[in-house]
Structures are given as structure tokens and as C-alpha cells.
């Protein structure tokens, strides 16, 4: 069993909770209110992620059932949010902590100069001592605009405001083996087959969401729990270092915020074809890639594009920014000097230069 000593040094937590856990027990927001403030009293910073805003507008709206179309979508979220809202509202304001309530769509976070200002604001909230709550802004966000579900927007807010610690509340004990039983760690190299998946009628995120949003978290330096919303102490337990649902434990060096923002953050526009040589040097993490270990690109990309980069075998090397366009970097592909200023212009390139780069996990 792997210690959990390093959750017991976190500082600066997100926590995230969804729709299934919120609509099944109506005493979880003043609960979780009050644990939250307890570990505030010990010198925590928390950021509260939440959904529920579209179930209680479905509510709220009479809807007979969570609808399809988008425009009954943002209008449920935007009749849910204020009644979500004024519930933690309510709960926070009998414990004496303040809270605010921060709205983020995907774009919010992709574009370099609002990702900024929102970690600004972030932190001046929780130097502050109050509880930011966070959730997607599904009354103006767009399909292409979305984080898929709060589970990846969790993830994605973890390395924006420095925490060492996500915790993922959901309606299990956490991670479940085929036989029903919690997995107590789950280390990088474990295989997910052995999963047991269970559906999510009420949110949009399930298990495997939850999987793929810890292994971010770990992979940008917080250690991840995803545990049981209605465990009551559940969050003083995580931080005691206690065996509390699914531990996922750091992995390596903790990404930088850019490094985060690259390999989790930014949609790949395209993929680049590496051969077995610029692979090896990529891994090594101190080269950047050349044309004349590039073998082909895919899909339609420009400069400051992000890419994934890929073997050729079709396995992911590590994601980036291009400096070349799409088209640039087919002509220029597996080639350098004077066969390369023939088809660039100069003798010399780079496709994605090593400070661009993040080698995937």
C-alpha cells in the first residue's frame, strides 16, 4: 500500500462535487459547508468545484427530464445557478465563511491572458479566506466550448491555482474493482479494464471521467482522491492521510502552470508523425522537434496551434505548439539544409521547440 504522507501536506485543495451526489442527499452542501470550514481553521485554501446548476434549473423550470437541446440546456443553467448558489450561500454564511461565485467556460482558460486573470482572481479570493465556487457557465457555453464535465474542469483549475490536492466526491467509495470492491491506489501504470463503470443519470461525468481527471491532476503534481460525497468527514479523513476511497499519488515533477495548460488544457488541432529517432529524443525531454524527424502531419493546423505528437506506431510522445503551420510542416517534413531552404525558405526550423513541449506520461 502506497503512503498517503503527502496529502497530509497539502496546503491548497479543490474539491469537487457533482449533480447525482447533490440531488441524492439535500444535507450534503450544510455538511460539506462545515467541513469545509473546519479545515479552513487549519490553515487550508479550498476551492469548491460544483455542479447542479442545470438539475435544479430542470427543476426550478418543471422540465420533465434533463433536456437535449441547447437552448433548454443554458436555460435550465440559468435558472439552476442562482438557486445553487444561494444555497451554498446559505449553508457557508452559518459557519462565517465568505464565498464567490467564479463562472469559467473552456475558452476562458484556453486563451493564455484570461487563464491569468482568472488564477488572479482565484488567488486574491482565497487569500481573501473565502471559498471561490466555480463552476462551467453552461448559459453561454457552446459545444466546442465546453470541459466535457466538471470532473475535467476540476483538474484543469488544480494546477491553476497551485493545489496540492483534488478531491473528487461522487456517489461510491471511490474506484471499484469487477468484483465491487474499492480500489484503495491506483498507480499510473494500472490498467482501467479492470474498472467497473456506473452510470451517471443526473451529471454528465461517470468513473471513467473521474479516472482520466485524477490522472491529469497527478500528472500536474496534486495527489487525487475521489471518494464518497455522503462519508461524513470525509475531507479531514483525506487530509489526515487515512485510507479514504481511490488515492491516485503524484506522478514525478509537478507540471508548471504553462506545461499544465498544454498538455490539458488546449485542444489539439492536429496531429505530428515522429520517427523513431526524434520519439527517442522528444522522451528525453531536452530536444525539440525538427523536419527531419518529422514523417507527416494530420489535420489542419496553424502556428501556435496545439499537436500531438505521435510515434510510428500511432502512440502519443508528448503535445505542443507548432511554430510551423500544417502545410509548412508536411513540405518540410524529413528534411534540413539545402533541401529544407528550398521548401521553407531557410536552412533551419523548428516544428515544436522543447520549451513548447510536454512529454505525455
Avoid: C
Avoid at 502506497?2 to 497539502?10: F, G, H, Q
Avoid at 487563464?115 to 466555480?134: D, F, H, K, T, Y
Avoid at 487530509?239 to 499519488?249: E, Q
Wanted: proline share 4%; glycine share 12%.
Amino acid at each position: 500500500m502506497i503512503a498517503r504522507d503527502e496529502l497530509t501536506r497539502a496546503r491548497r485543495l479543490v474539491v469537487k462535487v457533482g449533480s447525482r451526489s447533490l440531488a441524492s442527499d439535500m444535507e450534503l452542501i450544510p455538511r460539506l459547508a462545515r467541513e469545509i470550514a473546519l479545515v479552513m481553521a487549519s490553515k487550508h485554501a479550498v476551492v469548491l468545484v460544483s455542479s447542479g446548476a442545470i438539475a435544479l434549473g430542470v427543476q426550478k423550470l418543471g422540465y420533465p427530464s434533463r433536456p437535449k437541446e441547447t437552448a433548454r440546456l443554458q436555460a435550465a443553467a440559468a435558472a439552476g445557478q442562482s438557486s445553487l448558489m444561494r444555497r451554498y450561500e446559505e449553508a457557508f454564511d452559518t459557519v462565517g465563511v465568505p464565498t464567490a461565485q467564479v463562472l469559467l467556460t473552456h475558452s476562458d482558460l484556453a486563451e493564455r491572458e484570461r487563464m491569468n486573470n482568472a488564477r488572479e482572481a482565484l488567488g486574491e479570493l482565497l487569500n481573501a479566506g473565502a471559498v471561490p465556487i466555480v463552476n462551467e457557465n453552461d448559459v453561454v457555453s457552446t459545444e466546442e466550448l465546453h470541459f466535457g464535465d466538471n470532473d475535467q474542469l476540476a483538474a484543469m483549475v488544480a494546477p491553476l491555482v497551485g493545489a496540492e490536492l483534488l478531491v473528487l466526491l461522487t456517489d461510491v467509495e471511490g474506484v471499484l474493482d469487477e468484483a465491487g470492491e474499492r480500489i484503495g491506489v491506483m498507480g499510473d501504470g494500472d490498467a482501467i479494464g479492470r474498472i467497473e463503470a456506473s452510470g451517471d443519470r443526473v451529471g454528465t461525468g461517470g468513473i471513467q471521467s473521474k479516472i482520466d481527471a485524477a490522472r491529469k491532476g497527478a500528472r500536474a503534481g496534486a495527489g487525487v482522491v475521489i471518494a464518497r460525497a455522503g462519508r461524513p468527514g470525509a475531507l479531514g479523513d483525506i487530509l489526515a492521510g487515512n485510507d479514504v476511497g481511490t488515492f491516485f499519488p503524484a506522478i514525478g515533477a509537478p507540471l508548471r502552470a504553462r506545461q499544465s495548460w498544454i498538455a490539458f488544457t488546449l485542444r489539439p488541432q492536429g496531429t505530428i508523425v515522429l520517427d523513431a529517432g526524434a520519439v527517442a529524443a522528444v522522451r528525453s525531454g531536452k530536444a525539440s522537434v525538427l523536419p527531419i524527424g518529422v514523417l507527416g502531419v494530420r489535420g489542419e493546423f496553424g502556428v501556435g496551434d496545439a499537436v500531438v505528437l505521435v510515434g510510428p506506431d500511432g502512440h502519443e510522445v508528448g503535445r505542443g505548439l507548432s511554430r510551423l503551420g500544417a502545410m509548412d510542416a508536411a513540405r518540410a517534413a524529413g528534411k534540413k539544409g539545402p533541401s529544407l531552404e528550398a521548401v521553407l525558405g531557410a536552412a533551419e526550423a523548428v516544428v515544436v521547440h522543447k520549451d513548447d513541449l510536454v512529454v505525455s506520461g
